[in-house]
């Protein structure tokens, strides 16, 4: 009986430490800055009007709908926490409907993704301050900064040049994509396997933040 006592004492006293020591729970929150949203999080009602370039065929590509979340991620132990944040911002286009785009920000990998036509153009943000920084993928994609570019007449200013080099299991060779904060995708360029060129260029543009 006095056993069985001792047992039942330092039973309740584990358990007692384990529900005592996550009362202090500890949240490092990693949260999109707004920077950061200025490149993606679009509203319903935002619009892009883009020209192709060699046959001046013209695309529009608008919001539809988006999806907002934050996760969390325990470290260590439970107590111990990390809280992320999502954004998807999925777009419909005028000549090419049964094509998934979006643009996604996720802070987990201060990832920026911008997913048009099935081409992935990916770079990574400096959240602590106002940058993107060389994307995660090694030699295969870099990024270049401009202080300015005029595209159709119109000047963007701070544009950022991402160059994505993909491995053999994609249908191109090389993805150039300008962007720019608050507004988006710019332009982009994409060399085939075929050695064919299309280029898409934008035109104006309607944005809700």
Known sequence: IILNRIKSIYLTLFLFLIISGCRKTHYEYYDLTDYAKSYGA???????I??????????SIY???SRHEFWERP????????????????????INSSVTSYIRLD?????????????????????????LIKNPFGDLATITY???LIINGNLYLKVYEIENRPD??????????????GVGLLKWSILKNDSSVEKWSILRSHIIN
Do not use: M, P
């Open 168 to 181: 053999s299991v994609f249908d191109y060779k090389k993805l150039n994509a300008f962007v720019v904060s």
């Open 42 to 48: 679009f509203k319903s009602g935002s619009y892009w």
């Open 75 to 94: 470290i260590d132990s439970d107590c111990d926490i990390d809280r992320y944040e999502l954004i998807d911002c999925n777009l419909g286009s005028s």
């Open 146 to 148: 401009h202080n300015s």
């Open 50 to 59: 883009y020209q192709n370039d060699s046959i001046l065929l013209l695309d």
């Open 107 to 131: 802070s987990y990998n201060s990832d920026i993704t911008y997913h048009f036509f099935n081409l992935d153009a990916y770079a990574s943000a400096d959240y602590k301050g106002e940058d």
């Open 63 to 65: 919001v539809i709908g």
